[in-house]
């Protein structure tokens, strides 16, 4: 089964950028539709974006044409580029991976956060 980590969260200014990353290990991605999550302290997790193995995306109304989602099947890597952040973008960031046939999410990894100062 598939491994995932999550890297390159940190802390940015209302309006900067981040790319958020999700290396997978066990398995080769290109078998797994995936997606980003998020959650802040208080909130349920939300889903961001999400990614079928034909490359097909879709987004959050709250992230649409700020995110962007894509997959590297070469170094079997996930990303998620984060632009024009707001505060309300601040929360901890899950990536999370399903064979097509799969009803559910059943892969995560451990989360990257990402806090978005005014």
């Known amino acids: 089964q598939v491994q995932l980590v999550e890297s390159g969260g940190g802390s940015v200014q209302a309006g900067g950028s981040l790319r958020i990353s999700c290396a997978a290990s066990?398995?080769?991605?290109?078998?797994?539709?995936m997606a980003w999550f998020r959650q802040a302290p208080g909130n349920e997790r939300e889903g961001v974006a999400n990614?079928?193995?034909?490359?097909?995306?879709t987004y959050a109304d709250s992230v649409k044409g700020r995110f962007t989602i894509s997959r590297d099947n070469a170094k079997n890597t996930l990303y998620l580029q984060l632009n024009s952040l707001k505060p309300e973008d601040t929360a901890m960031y899950y990536c999370?991976?399903?064979?097509?046939?799969?009803?559910?999410?059943?892969?995560w990894g451990q989360g990257t956060q990402v806090t978005v100062s005014s």
């Open positions: 990614i079928t193995g034909a490359g097909s995306t």
């Open positions: 999370a991976a399903r064979r097509w046939f799969q009803p559910t999410y059943n892969y």
């Open positions: 066990g398995d080769t991605l290109r078998n797994y539709y």
